[in-house]
């Protein structure tokens, strides 16, 4: 994907320049200032100097959504809205959820994975867990400082609207992972303030999960995928077994993506010929940035989110291997989801504190209830419901991270991720990074 991407980033800056000015409905307003051109020696500059394409500004829209804009360090105007982070400046092509669709297009081959999971390893099966907290929080000109973060953590909420309130507590939990990655134990009594004043289940969840690690309090309780009565495909050309419980935490690895995501677009936008100007650079800076910001705007829109334990089926067919079925437990703030779906006018069923879709996402069939999700490709939505895979046992059986599983007759030779040949089964026991 990121070839694909880099091949029309020069258009990125006529997108965003023209967006800006179909914004522009008040004559009295300023418009939008003109693309500044930047030389090579500048970009050269900025690059040695491990600064951003563009010191673009992040600005939050009166709804909510987060927007950058992308020359206001350079003199232009900031009375625009800029572009989302959603993308809902695009009509509906594919979904009429912006976000669904925005992701749908931007996570179009397997070559984008990288960008966009490695983040999720800073708090394995937490959505919101996998933003880049510091930079959301020095874009959004918080103070990201451990001693803040601890008094922002016992602050009452200050904001004056729904959607400002809705940020602020997704904030307040954001900071609470951002204190545990860095391993923050004097920040132990502002997390049992929280777990004892807070009417947020979430964020009372994270402040435990906190102080689990922390200061060796027990963790709180996950729900067991094999307990729930879920409607199993009776096979699976492979199957992938993730227990986020068994994944050690590490940033390590969303940095280093960054860093190969960042110095590809730096050769591309010096390699590529032409002139340079302060759109293009923004447009390449919006690129590394959004795998990163996304999970908090997908947690904002489709509610909070944790992922306990995974099971996954792929099938071989003509266009390559594709996701069959999947089903994970957890937990899901389903009331947000159904708001969010309802707002975009997406079709949709809710029964007994269960939200489904088969026009939310496109190609599949989604369910979401408050301890599970369920998500179905529409093409084997016919298939009989089975039993759970003999790899669920194994995998809980030694304590495995992740599991992988070819059954006998499966249309797949080898799953190469897992080192797999023939009928085979492999476990990984803690984290497989």
């Known amino acids: ?3 694909s991407v880099l091949r029309w980033l020069p258009f990125v800056a006529a997108e965003t320049f023209a967006l800006a000015a179909s914004h ?46 992308p020359n206001p360090a350079a003199g232009g105007s900031t009375a625009h809205v800029g572009m989302s982070f959603v993308g809902d400046e695009y009509p509906p092509a594919v979904s009429r959820d912006p976000l669904a669709q925005n992701l749908h297009e931007r996570f179009d081959s397997w070559s984008a994975a990288p960008a966009w999971l490695a983040p999720l390893l800073r ?21 990201a400082g451990d001693v803040a973060l601890r008094q922002f953590l016992v602050l009452p909420d200050t904001a004056p609207t729904q959607p400002q309130l809705r940020r602020e507590r997704l904030d307040r939990e954001l900071a609470i992972r951002l204190l545990q ?36 309090d027990p963790a709180p309780p996950r729900v067991v995928l094999a307990q729930l009565s879920i ?24 940095t280093a993506v960054r860093t190969a995501v960042a110095e590809k677009l730096w050769r591309e936008v010096l390699e590529g010929g032409g002139r340079l100007c302060d759109l293009q650079l923004a447009g390449a800076q919006f690129l590394v940035d959004v795998p990163e910001e996304m999970p908090y705007e997908a947690a904002r829109l489709w509610g909070r989110a944790r992922f306990d334990q995974c099971l996954l089926a792929f099938r071989s067919g003509r266009d390559g291997v594709e996701l069959a079925w ?11 989801l159904s708001r969010y779906l309802e707002a975009c006018k997406v079709p949709h069923a809710e029964a007994d504190g269960l939200v489904s879709s088969s026009e939310w996402w496109p190609g599949l069939a989604v369910e979401v209830a408050r301890d599970h999700v369920v998500v179905r490709s529409k093409s084997g939505l016919g298939a009989p419901a089975g039993r759970w895979p003999a790899v669920v046992a194994a995998a809980v059986a030694c304590e495995a991270a992740v599991a992988g599983a070819l059954p006998a007759g499966s249309a797949m030779e080898s799953v190469p991720w897992l080192l797999l040949d023939g009928e085979s089964m492999a476990t990984v026991r803690l984290s497989p990074f």
Do not use: Y
């Open 1 to 3: 994907m990121l070839h």
């Open 24 to 69: 522009t409905q008040d004559p009295a307003r300023p418009g939008p200032a003109a693309p500044i051109e930047v030389t090579r020696e500048q970009v050269l500059a900025r690059r040695d100097q491990g600064k951003p394409f563009w010191d673009n500004q992040w600005i939050v829209r009166d709804d909510g959504a987060l927007t950058q804009l």
């Open 123 to 143: 708090h394995p099966g937490d959505l919101l867990g996998a933003t880049f907290a510091d930079r959301h929080f020095t874009q959004l000109g918080r103070d």
């Open 181 to 216: 990655q860095r391993g923050a134990r004097h920040a132990v009594g502002e997390l049992r303030a929280v777990v004892k004043g807070t009417g947020d289940t979430c964020l009372q969840r994270a402040a435990q999960e906190a102080l689990a690690a922390l200061a060796g």
């Open 231 to 254: 409607e199993v495909p009776t096979s699976a050309d492979f199957w992938l077994w993730i227990d986020t419980a068994r994944l050690a935490p590490d940033s390590t690895v969303a």
């Open 326 to 336: 999947a089903a994970a437990s957890g937990s899901f703030e389903v009331e947000v």
